[in-house]
């Protein structure tokens, strides 16, 4: 008896968190069909007035782009980083994990170290560099680091996952006639797929949602990723209607709440696995 | 020859590190010390003048000491709430109850979007002065704040949007909670320790690394961290939410002020280095490793 009570108390608790932690985001969504005086208003969920046309509105956006420009713009830039960012990853983290090499501690610990390194301190000379090489106003500053396996993070992430993967696997290739490349398609990468899937759902989040790189790098607002728009709505509408861009953002956190709940299966075993952040 | 070959497959699959490391890691940090002691931008050429940039930040610059100051309260306040938060929660979702999944679903889905521009837009709402959260206020007869307007409050709204995304940490906790043996706590209990001396003297220990692991990611992050104050109240009210990389991106990108700007980003690096170092270093007086801890 006394254990039920608690268990109700206990579940009570969790649910009244939950509200909290969702509530602000349903609310969003539906300001996005209030009117302005409701929106700072009321506490509802459900609007008095329904507006309708928020999102028709909000989508035909203030200047002479459409927010299908703002999406397709941000589906250039983040899905060749996405893709870049985990082969090159890949590749270096099994590099890593699986072969003696000499300077390997060093640069191991040189992985780490870059985890740590803020990127306000490397941002000035990369602005710089990226001018010369005539990339600003390009996704290539997003694009040509990820070939490069410099989100250290996955690699990190990567190496320790491969490192749970038994070694044997790798041995019983080599012996049916498997080189290291082919261990690696063969084995490894199967193998690694709860991780990838973790590394694909990380980076597609923090490159969507990314602000600060946009902001410096682009500057055209044809080129202009949704995080920018978002922006230029939010410094632009004091006189125009909140529910558009109450709309807009409802829509810009379609794409990563989308893939999370796709992937979710594949994401709670790679993180459980590897043990590290998100 | 056989260990040769080996070696040269080895340096073929870290070569795209090693390269993206030189290109976009390593160089920018040794030109951002070098830019450090210079005076220039994107227009003037580059100009050495020693220390000066240092000198003048320490001696006259009043807004770097408050945004210092600024960020370092933010970062206290923000980082242990959201990881103590994390612990509590996810202890609680370790009692083997049922909708554990729902639960841990819904709890995470705001370090999804955490730092989006939306977000940022959805919190200015929320607490500004006639918003959404004052109007719940007034139904428990609590006075209305001015969240973002007050320059003592704004600092702990911000962090509350910090400590809203503690689902990331606890997802971490809930993976290091399934590998603490349940026997250590029946044992515990069965010599007659509570539950929260088990917790105590069981189950905290054994999560100390990943609480140091936590603790290192999450300060690095609130450090620098941008979108917030950039967004929500552009630094106000009176440079209150001024903080550190809000700073160094006006002074570099806005101000033209590159040479100054690296400086300053410079002394963020040390100040981070020294949280970092003072962690690693109090690490072994808390932390403990079951295997005996090789640091």
């Known amino acids: 008896m006394k254990r039920k009570r608690r268990l109700t108390i206990t579940y009570m608790m969790l649910s009244l968190i939950g509200i909290v932690m969702i509530y602000p985001l349903l609310w969003m969504v539906s300001a996005s069909f209030k009117t302005n005086r409701e929106i700072f208003s009321s506490l509802s969920l459900i609007p008095t007035e329904i507006l309708w046309n928020g999102y028709s509105k909000g989508w035909q956006g203030s200047g002479q782009y459409t927010f299908a420009t703002y999406f397709s713009n941000t589906f250039y830039m983040v899905l060749p980083?996405?893709?870049?960012?985990?082969?090159?990853?890949?590749?270096?983290?099994?590099?890593?994990?699986?072969?003696r090499f000499r300077g390997k501690n060093i640069m191991f610990?040189?992985?780490?170290?870059?985890?740590?390194?803020?990127?306000?301190?490397?941002?000035?000379?990369?602005?710089?560099?990226?001018?010369?090489?005539?990339?600003?106003?390009?996704?290539?500053?997003f694009i040509i680091p990820a070939a490069f396996a410099t989100y250290s993070f996955f690699i990190f992430m990567l190496i320790q996952f491969i490192r749970g993967i038994p070694r044997e696997l790798d041995e019983a290739a080599r012996?049916?006639?498997?080189?290291?490349?082919?261990?690696?398609?063969?084995?490894?990468?199967p193998l690694c797929k709860p991780a990838l899937v973790s590394c694909v759902i990380f980076q597609f989040v923090w490159r969507w949602n990314d602000f600060l790189n946009p902001l410096i790098y682009i500057s055209s607002v044809k080129k202009y990723p949704m995080s920018l728009a978002l922006r230029m709505a939010l410094d632009v509408t004091?006189?125009?209607?909140?529910?558009?861009?109450?709309?807009?953002?409802?829509?810009?956190?379609?794409?990563?709440?989308?893939?999370?709940?796709?992937?979710?299966?594949?994401?709670?075993?790679?993180?459980a696995s590897t043990g590290i952040k998100g | 020859m056989k260990k040769n070959d080996h070696q040269a497959v080895a340096y073929?699959?870290?070569?795209?590190?090693?390269?993206?490391?030189?290109?976009?890691?390593?160089?920018?940090?040794?030109?951002?010390?070098?830019?450090?002691?210079?005076?220039?931008?994107?227009?003037?050429?580059?100009?050495?003048?020693?220390?000066?940039?240092?000198?003048?930040m320490f001696t006259r610059d009043r807004v770097f000491f408050k945004s210092l100051w600024a960020t370092i309260k933010y970062v206290i306040?923000?980082?242990?709430?959201?990881?103590?938060?994390a612990l509590l929660i996810a202890m609680i979702l370790n009692m083997k109850l049922r909708w554990i999944n729902f639960f841990r679903t819904i709890y995470y889905l705001p370090s999804i979007l955490g730092g989006s521009v939306a977000i940022s837009i959805l919190w200015k709402f929320l607490f500004s002065k006639t918003g959404t959260v004052n109007t719940l206020l007034a139904h428990f007869y609590i006075p209305a704040q001015d969240w973002l307007g007050n320059p003592n409050l704004a600092l702990v709204t911000m962090g509350l949007l910090v400590v809203w995304q503690f689902g990331s940490s606890m997802v971490l906790f809930l993976?290091?909670?399934?590998?603490?043996?349940?026997?250590?706590?029946?044992?515990?209990?069965?010599?007659?320790?509570?539950?929260?001396?088990?917790?105590?003297?069981?189950?905290?220990?054994?999560?100390?690394?990943?609480?140091?692991?936590?603790?290192?990611?999450?300060?690095?992050?609130?450090?620098?961290?941008?979108?917030?104050?950039?967004?929500?109240?552009?630094g106000g009210p009176l440079n209150?939410?001024?903080?550190?990389?809000?700073?160094?991106?006006?002074?570099a990108f806005l101000h033209s002020k590159m040479g100054y700007a690296s400086a300053q980003s410079w002394i963020l690096f040390l100040l981070i280095l020294i949280f970092t170092a003072f962690t690693f270093k109090s690490s072994p007086y808390w932390t403990f490793y079951e295997d005996g801890g090789e640091y």
């Open chain 2, 77 to 85: 306040i923000a980082v242990p709430g959201k990881l103590v938060f």
């Open chain 2, 12 to 56: 073929l699959f870290i070569m795209p590190w090693i390269i993206g490391f030189l290109v976009f890691q390593l160089y920018p940090f040794i030109a951002s010390l070098i830019y450090s002691f210079t005076d220039f931008s994107l227009l003037k050429s580059m100009k050495f003048i020693g220390l000066r940039n240092y000198i003048q």
């Open chain 2, 175 to 234: 993976a290091a909670l399934k590998n603490v043996p349940s026997e250590l706590c029946e044992a515990a209990r069965v010599d007659g320790a509570g539950r929260i001396r088990t917790f105590f003297n069981i189950t905290l220990p054994l999560l100390t690394p990943t609480i140091f692991f936590n603790l290192i990611m999450q300060m690095i992050n609130a450090f620098k961290e941008f979108n917030a104050p950039f967004l929500i109240t552009k």
């Open chain 1, 175 to 189: 012996i049916d006639g498997c080189g290291p490349w082919g261990t690696l398609i063969n084995i490894i990468l």
């Open chain 1, 81 to 99: 980083t996405v893709l870049l960012t985990v082969v090159s990853s890949l590749l270096v983290a099994y590099g890593f994990a699986r072969f």
């Open chain 1, 109 to 141: 610990t040189l992985v780490i170290a870059s985890l740590m390194l803020p990127t306000e301190v490397i941002i000035i000379p990369r602005y710089m560099l990226f001018n010369k090489l005539g990339w600003l106003n390009t996704y290539l500053p």
């Open chain 2, 240 to 251: 209150s939410t001024y903080l550190y990389g809000m700073m160094v991106y006006e002074n």
């Open chain 1, 238 to 271: 004091d006189t125009i209607n909140w529910n558009q861009t109450m709309a807009m953002s409802v829509l810009a956190m379609v794409p990563p709440i989308l893939l999370f709940f796709l992937c979710q299966k594949y994401f709670v075993e790679g993180v």
